[in-house]
């Protein structure tokens, strides 16, 4: 676990407090980002359970264009694409609004800056499409309260390929590493760039917070920095 100070990607310390996030003792709204096979949901899971927090995870059923996308990326990439994205935002709105502490399972800033992103550099998203993706974008994150905390979870690749292997997901199991590297590099550039909450990194390569009791307890006294 290490704070931004610590990487090529940082902003010099562990929590960067803009003006927009919420003042102690209001709602708050955590959210988990990461690559493919980082530890996302069960870091979810393990902070709702320990925290009280309702979890909301990544919304993949029931997309009607997925099926067509895997056959042809680029004709119904945009289609796609902005289906997630009415669904994050719907997501986000609710738990901006809500009055319960919330934990997130993937954000709506992945969603472009990341995948959105990945499959216009690949051209499997037109220009067009892409700029109109990006305005839709754009003029939604604006009106969004970001959440009070991101938590930003890396690993190494082997350590990524191992965990979706373990896991089992049949749709996981051909990703090639080359894309995984792709949306890592994404990842890390978005990561830099990202300002608009208090952050934490967390590098779970070793980390075992359910079974190791050290790593549990320091990673609650990083978390609870900000929820007291």
Known sequence: ?????????????????????AAPGSRRFIAVAGNIGVGKST??????RDYNLTPRYEPNEGNPYLKDF?????????????????????????????????????TIYEDAEIFAE????????????YQTYRDLYES??????????MIYLTCSMRT?????????????????????????????????????????VIETDKLDYIQDLVHRIDLRRRVEKVLR
């Open 70 to 106: 895997y056959a042809d990326m680029r004709r119904w990439s945009f289609h796609s694409q902005v289906y997630f994205l009415a669904k994050k935002f719907r997501i986000h709105q609710e738990l901006s609004e809500t009055e319960e502490r919330v934990i997130q399972d993937r």
């Open 140 to 149: 939604i994150v604006r009106q969004l309260r970001p959440p009070d905390l």
């Open 1 to 21: 676990m290490r704070s931004r100070g610590d990487r090529a990607l940082d902003k010099s310390r562990w929590f960067a407090v803009p003006a927009c996030v």
């Open 118 to 129: 990945n499959l216009y550099r690949r051209r499997q998203m037109s220009k067009r499409d």
């Open 160 to 200: 990524v390929r191992k965990r979706i292997k373990m896991r089992g997901r049949p749709e996981e199991q051909a990703i090639p590493i080359g894309y995984l590297r792709r949306l890592q590099q994404l990842y890390d550039s978005w990561f830099e760039r990202y300002d608009r909450s208090e952050t934490v």
């Open 43 to 48: 870091l979810v899971r393990f902070l709702a």
